[in-house]
């Protein structure tokens, strides 16, 4: 098409195989957008475009991957607001008209797997070497491993004891990435082999499960149980008020868990992503209650805050 059509935060760009959206770098531009810079998804990596009434006097035309198509979502697991969704763009509604003609001409380039998940990845991982500041130590992935160094302020006896860590991504299996937004979040390394937790610290009995590039049957190379928090697992760091935030944690997730996929497609190991869904340890709901009193009482978090989170902690129950 080689048309261009520009929005609030982004302008896409119609090209003849892809659509290339490009963010912009406006203050109010969320910073996710502004991390990623652009995204190139090609037109096998569609399976709808939609069109809908926004807020404000906006439509947003929404052109959405297939599932399995992009890490970034994959990584992200639903947990990603609409806002910094990046495949969103939002128009003033007096331009509804001109929206609904490159809906038209987008669905008409779906291809016939549009309905179906895709079997690779079909929109490039953010690039590598990334870091990022965690709350109890700091994150960095050069593309081959993963190293997490601890804060001797937040990382726990635990993971002093382990000491730092560092992950070949040919021996892991996936990872699990918990929204630094919701109160427990985290970012979590599975090993290949290892017992994958389906309950404890960032649950996922909600998004942020594990994502696996590999089913490793149970034998005699299973090793022993993950620790069930999160932060006594020296295979996982944790986010907190500033620390791993979105614009931040989600990209390195996202060069992980394609570096993943692609080391283990090499190597020709199943590539297949499937969440895992458990119940929250009552026991945990309540230190991180705890916890959660504490901050509340030093002033670290408000009193609509403490409420509001308190009852999402109390639901997982």
């Known amino acids: ?87 969103r763009l939002v128009l003033p509604a007096e331009r509804e008209t001109l929206a609904e003609y490159y809906a038209d001409e987008l669905r008409a380039l779906l291809g016939p797997d549009a309905a179906e998940p895709a079997e690779r990845f079909l929109v490039a991982a953010p690039m590598a070497p990334m870091q990022f500041k965690a709350y109890d130590g700091r994150a960095s992935f050069d593309g081959d491993r993963i190293s997490f160094r601890w804060f001797w302020t937040g990382a726990s006896t635990a993971k002093w004891k382990a000491g730092d860590q560092t992950f070949p991504v040919s021996e892991l299996s996936g990872i699990e990435w ?77 060069a992980v868990l394609e570096s993943v996929r692609r080391k283990h497609s090499a190597a020709g190991a199943p590539a297949t992503a499937t969440a895992l869904a458990g119940r929250r340890d009552p026991a945990d709901i309540a230190e991180r209650i705890r916890h959660l009193g504490e901050l509340h009482q030093a002033g670290l978090v408000t009193d609509d805050e403490f409420s509001a989170k308190k009852a999402e902690l109390l639901a997982e129950l």
Do not use: N
């Open 1 to 87: 098409m080689g048309d261009v059509l520009a929005g609030i935060h982004a302008t896409w760009e119609f090209d003849t195989d892809s659509v290339l959206i490009r963010f912009e770098r406006g203050i109010r531009t969320p910073k996710l957008f502004h991390s990623l810079r652009e995204r190139r998804i090609p037109h096998a990596a569609l399976s709808s475009v939609t069109l809908t009434p926004g807020k404000r006097g906006t439509v947003v035309l929404h052109a959405v991957p297939r599932p399995g198509a992009d890490p970034l979502l994959e990584a992200a697991a639903g947990q990603l607001k609409d806002g910094c969704d990046p495949y």
């Open 178 to 254: 918990r929204s630094p937004e919701a109160f427990d979040g985290y970012l979590r390394l599975v090993p290949r082999g290892a017992e994958s937790v389906g309950t404890g610290a960032g649950g996922v009995t909600e998004p942020g499960a594990a994502l696996r590039t590999d089913a490793v049957p149970p034998g005699p190379q299973a090793v022993a149980p993950r620790p069930t928090q999160a932060d006594q697992d020296p295979a996982a760091v944790i986010f907190g008020l500033g620390y791993g935030p979105v614009h931040e944690s989600l990209p390195f997730a996202a």
